[in-house]
């Protein structure tokens, strides 16, 4: 089955800054990824998502690049703000199911 | 419009008990997920359901069960209740089956087992 992997686990950056975080997956079939952006005590919250025919998406701060070949898919913030500090989760549509396996989840940490 | 709707917000069981979380769709959305997501980790699928019908089922024990009713609410049960199944309980609705739509998540049931 599908397997994403997540990286970094923890990532720091001064505010105005960008910030990275790249997700690598296991299947080739795979062609829906998703990216949650989960605050302290609250829900995940989809932030942005790309599908398997598109290779690059963008919404204002926020965009995400998709490598089929190397199976690899990247959020991308810009000019970060204190209120982009959260755990980010990417995930991967599970070929064959009706499941998202997800990542392990990045830490942002916006450093006003 | 009402986003996903879960109950209760917070429970605490005995190792052994029983348990029943609950799960109301946003309207007109006919699909709901349950992920259970374990302190510092990313959620992990326990079932779908579509049009009252199991459609998927995650690597978890006969322990858990779920059903979905014809509102489309759905209910997650767990039985013989483990420390390890202490974790945040995710319901996520979308529109119709498969993984094309992006999920929204409810707030979630925070289940503590002692």
């Known amino acids: 089955g599908e397997n994403v992997e997540q990286h970094p686990s923890t990532l720091s950056v001064q505010e105005g800054d960008s910030a990275v975080i790249k997700c690598t997956y296991s299947d080739s079939a795979s062609n829906y990824f998703p990216w949650y952006k989960q605050e302290l005590g609250k829900r995940p919250q989809l932030i942005i998502d790309i599908r398997s025919n598109v290779g690059e998406k963008k919404d204002q701060r926020i965009a995400v690049t998709l490598n089929k070949t190397a199976k690899h898919f990247s959020l991308h913030i810009t000019e970060t703000q204190p209120e982009d500090s959260a755990v980010y989760f990417c995930?991967?549509?599970?070929?064959?199911?009706?499941?998202?396996?997800f990542g392990t989840g990045t830490r942002l940490k916006v450093l006003a | 419009d009402a986003g996903v709707t879960q109950s209760p917000t917070h429970l605490i069981k005995t190792r052994g008990q029983q348990v029943t979380l609950r799960c109301s769709p946003i309207s007109g959305h006919k699909s709901v997920s349950w992920y259970q997501q374990v302190l510092g980790q990313g959620p992990q699928f326990i079932f779908q359901y579509y049009e009252k019908e199991e459609r998927g089922r995650g690597n978890f024990p006969d322990r858990f069960s779920a059903r979905q009713f014809p509102n489309y609410s759905s209910e997650l049960n767990v039985n013989a209740l483990l420390l390890g199944d202490s974790a945040l309980y995710l319901c996520a609705s979308n529109p119709g089956p498969g993984a094309v739509y992006g999920y929204t998540f409810g707030s979630g049931t925070r289940l503590t087992v002692v």
């Open positions: 995930a991967a549509s599970d070929p064959g199911t009706y499941k998202y396996i």
